[in-house]
């Protein structure tokens, strides 16, 4: 069973083709002034061997405890997705579950880590990989950065198909009408944070699913005067959001605990008090302690895999 499920990680390429496409980049790289064709050999084969532990890792996955509860759970839930509202008939409300088949959806990762090292960033990769199957959301529709990727990991990720980004955007994307799924685990608070005031507004928050760090739990760690003065924005919208935390197994407990799935319905956001779509100001942090994020060359925040440190 777990053999099947795996046959769509496969390129979709035939193997004859990857094989002539990977003797054409050897050809090309030893032709290079400069290169070292035994480097090439060398990092070929680390990229083997790192696809190799994901391929593994996701056979685990597949037959444990966790992920039948995580599908039970997320197909379960009723999400207000729909990308075009002009579409929707005339006083229906658009509705659709996780999975199967949200092929509309896009994804973000952030601070995913050093999965080629790291067991715990490595499982999180992996259940990242089988959800994007499970909901038929192209690889290619999944864009994914860390500030802490190997050459190394960057090329892994590229040769999975997905799209690794290369500027620190700081959390600070819009879904611009698009319904996006978030997929940030044990990420500073800052970063959800930014995410939050990037798309603060009724329509974009209803198009935005966030998986990472509980923000019941964040509520219930941090003093209300540090949560209000430091993440307003998350503190703001706690009374517009539903939450639903991820299953937790003893197999995947330092995986994914204080892990949940926040969605923001409609219904919600519009209740909250008028005032609260007037305040805009962008996050800075300056008077911040133990801020749990690495800051970049230019001084501006990055996402960070708390596993590493």
């Not at 999965?115 to 192209?138: D, H, S």
């Not at 864009?143 to 590229?158: G, H, K, M, R």
């Not at 639903?244 to 923001?264: A, C, G, K, R, V």
């Amino acid at each position: 069973m777990a053999a099947e499920a795996w046959e769509s990680w496969q390129a979709a390429a035939p193997r004859r083709k990857r094989l002539a496409a990977q003797r054409q980049r050897r050809r090309e790289a030893a032709a290079a002034p400069g290169r070292d064709p035994e480097e090439d050999r060398d990092s070929e084969e680390d990229r083997g061997v790192v696809l190799r532990r994901i391929r593994e890792a996701g056979e685990d996955l597949l037959i444990s405890d966790f992920w039948s509860s995580a599908l039970e759970a997320l197909g379960s839930l009723h999400l207000d997705l729909s990308p075009n509202e002009s579409a929707v008939a005339p006083g229906s409300v658009p509705r659709d579950t996780l999975v199967p088949g949200s092929c509309h959806l896009r994804c973000v990762c952030y601070g995913i880590g050093n999965f080629a090292t790291c067991v715990v960033a490595r499982n999180q990769l992996t259940f990242l990989l089988l959800f994007l199957e499970k909901c038929q959301i192209p690889r290619s529709h999944c864009c994914v950065y860390d500030p802490l990727f190997s050459p190394l990991e960057t090329a892994v990720l590229n040769s999975l198909g997905m799209a690794v980004l290369s500027e620190n955007e700081e959390g600070k994307r819009s879904v611009c009408g698009e319904p996006t799924i978030f997929y940030m685990p044990h990420c500073g608070t800052a970063l959800y944070n930014n995410l939050l005031w990037s798309n603060w507004s009724v329509d974009a928050l209803s198009k935005t699913v966030i998986i990472g760090n509980s923000f019941t739990g964040l509520q219930e760690r941090l003093l209300t005067r540090i949560l209000q003065k430091n993440y307003v924005y998350v503190a703001k919208i706690l009374n517009g959001l539903e939450e639903l935390e991820f299953p937790q197994t003893s197999q995947y407990m330092d995986i994914f605990n204080d892990t949940s799935i926040h969605w923001f319905p409609v219904q919600k956001l519009e209740q909250l008090p008028p005032d609260t779509w007037a305040f805009r100001e962008e996050p800075d942090y300056q008077d911040c302690k133990d801020l749990e994020i690495i800051r970049n060359k230019t001084g501006g925040l990055s996402a960070i895999d708390l596993n590493s440190l």
